[in-house]
């Protein structure tokens, strides 16, 4: 004996989808899929992030480059014409212990970076709004300080931006992916589903069911799998960014996923949004290939 | 109500089960349609209720051409049709009480009419305390009166059994036709298929008989014939 439950009309399964071993592996596949998805989406944002900090701290920076043999007072002359050049904030000579630091990652701390001939840093604070004659104030620099270097960071940064670019399209091309993979083993789960349960596909038919009726019963089915996916594949990314926080902190990685992790409301907007959109995948793919399938039964 | 008009059917290219079979089934009838196991009695009856199309020839249902039909019209056609399958057809993993309401689900009807309707249909088939049973835990009586509770819950227009009595002893047969015969007084037209050529003569029914495709209007000397 069984118990009745009152779903309402729309939710109520006449087809035996609970028998079908589609419904015990599909969700897992499918959470799969949210879970690349969502970890794209939010290396996406991480990324875009990364870009924009970077992006805002370089320019409002310069980097003057002295040759380790100048003199003090030139270089004293090299900051006093830096100072007065209009839109530059503030420069300062970095101290050889400041210098080291930059070089400990690279170099390691068992150099002795006193003993090395570096160039002296001069880091130079402009107004990001300002607009500086480069060609002027580098022919200034190099009259004070023959082969000193100005380095505005823009060609360094046009690099990372091209590679951020690129790695975008392969982010996005990964996502355009996992959503035709997520379609495909829909359209496949719901001809098998339409081939095992033909005989009652019939039944209803006979009992005057149209094809929406049936096609519907699929996109039910299809979006309880497809949030299922979500749910399990959505819980799977939240727990990854919330181990990438610490973890990120530890190795102290440049990027920001040691900053916000969880906290970030875009983070779950994403995965809630991934989730959902699974789901709604699911359920219209099922309706769009039960119709045709249904449209050429007698 | 129903006419057939010279209908054949083949399939593919096996030999012909319909041979020119023509018959009219008037609203309020009710009828018997006689052959023995393989006579096309099965096929005849899906060519009525839709399930199967004709090679040739011309079926008419409530005034309708299906053959000009489309989907939508069939689909129509089918709602005023209630069918008793041979083979009962129950949904199994659907409780007696979803099975039967089925046809109306399917036709939108209210929950709460369904909630009504459907228990009190099942207590005049004499199934009060089989409602929230699955379809293999009932004996085959019980599984035919559930069928048949599901041909009728409509209240079709026409009803259609195929083999009604098939599986049940002479007194059990003669009930069943009771109730198709109270069905019938409600105004709805009944076409009860069976091999049991001396079952059907019992009753004053007006009789089809099918032999080897072709169909004939049943008389006693035909009948005398068959045995």
Same mark, same amino acid.
Request: aromatic fraction near 6%; proline fraction near 6%; charge should be negative.
């Given at each position: 004996m069984i118990g009745t439950l009152n779903l309402p009309a729309q939710f109520r399964?006449?087809? =035996? *989808? $609970? $028998?079908?071993a589609s419904g015990r592996f599909l969700p897992w596949i499918i959470a799969l899929m949210v879970y690349l998805a969502a970890m794209g989406g939010i290396g996406l944002i991480w990324l875009s992030d990364a870009l924009n900090q970077w992006n805002a701290s370089l320019a409002s920076s310069l980097t003057l480059q002295v040759p380790a043999d100048v003199s003090q007072p030139r270089i004293e002359m090299a900051l006093g014409a830096l100072k007065q050049?209009?839109? #530059?904030v503030s420069a300062r000579l970095l101290q050889p212990e400041e210098t080291s630091k930059l070089l400990q990652p690279w170099l &390691? !701390?068992?150099? +002795? #970076? +006193?003993t090395l001939p570096l160039p002296h840093l001069v880091d130079i604070r402009i107004d990001p709004q300002a607009t500086i004659d480069y060609t002027t104030l580098r022919q200034q620099l190099d009259s004070i300080v023959p082969n000193a270097q100005l380095d505005n960071n823009r060609s360094w940064l046009g690099t990372v931006r091209d590679f951020a670019v690129r790695i975008e399209g392969v982010i996005t091309a990964g996502v355009i992916a996992v959503t035709a993979l997520i379609v495909a083993i829909i359209i496949f789960a719901a001809r098998i589903g339409l081939a095992i349960h033909r005989s009652v596909i019939e039944l209803l038919h006979l009992l005057g069911a149209r094809d929406a009726y049936i096609a519907r019963q699929f996109q039910v089915h299809a979006l309880s799998l497809g949030l299922r996916g979500g749910v399990i594949g959505g819980a799977a990314a939240a727990l990854t960014v919330m181990v990438l926080g610490p973890a990120g902190r530890m190795l102290e990685l440049p990027m920001p996923i040691n900053t @916000? &992790?969880?906290?970030?409301?875009r983070i779950w907007l994403l995965i809630v949004v991934v989730g959902l959109a699974a789901g709604g995948i699911a359920m219209a793919t099922a309706r769009i290939t039960v119709l045709r399938q249904l449209a050429r039964m007698p | 109500m129903v006419r057939l008009e010279n209908i054949g059917k083949r399939y593919g /290219?096996? +030999?012909?089960?319909? @041979?020119d079979v023509s018959l009219k089934l008037d609203d309020g009838g009710f009828y018997f349609l006689t052959g023995s196991s393989g006579a096309g009695k099965t096929t005849l009856l899906k060519i009525i209720y839709l399930a199967e199309r004709p090679s040739h020839g011309l079926v008419t249902l409530f005034d309708t051409d299906t053959s000009a039909a489309d989907r939508a019209t069939h689909t129509a056609l089918r709602r005023r049709i209630g069918i008793v399958f041979q083979d009962f057809r129950?949904?199994? @993993?659907?409780s007696v009480r979803d099975n039967v309401a089925l046809p109306l689900r399917i036709a939108g009807a209210p929950e709460r009419e369904i909630r009504e309707n459907v228990p009190e249909l099942l207590g005049w088939m004499g199934l009060e305390g089989k409602?929230? *049973?699955? =379809? +293999?835990?009932?004996s085959g009586g019980e599984q035919q009166r559930v069928a048949i509770a599901r041909a009728i819950v409509r209240r079709p227009d026409l009803l259609i059994a195929d083999e =009604? /009595? &098939? !599986?049940?002893?002479d007194e059990i047969a003669m009930l069943l036709v009771r109730v198709f015969e109270r069905i019938n007084k409600l105004g709805t037209t009944v076409l009860i298929a069976t091999h049991d050529v001396a079952f059907a003569r019992q009753f004053s029914h007006r009789r089809y008989h099918i032999d080897r495709g072709v169909v004939s209007i049943a008389s006693e000397a035909a009948d005398a014939d068959m045995a």
């Open positions: 399964l006449d087809l =035996p *989808f $609970q $028998q079908d050049t209009k839109g #530059v &390691g !701390n068992s150099v +002795a #970076v +006193a @916000h &992790g969880l906290l970030d409301w | /290219t096996d +030999a012909e089960i319909l @041979h129950l949904v199994e @993993h659907l409602l929230d *049973f699955r =379809p +293999a835990t009932l =009604p /009595t &098939g !599986n049940v002893d």
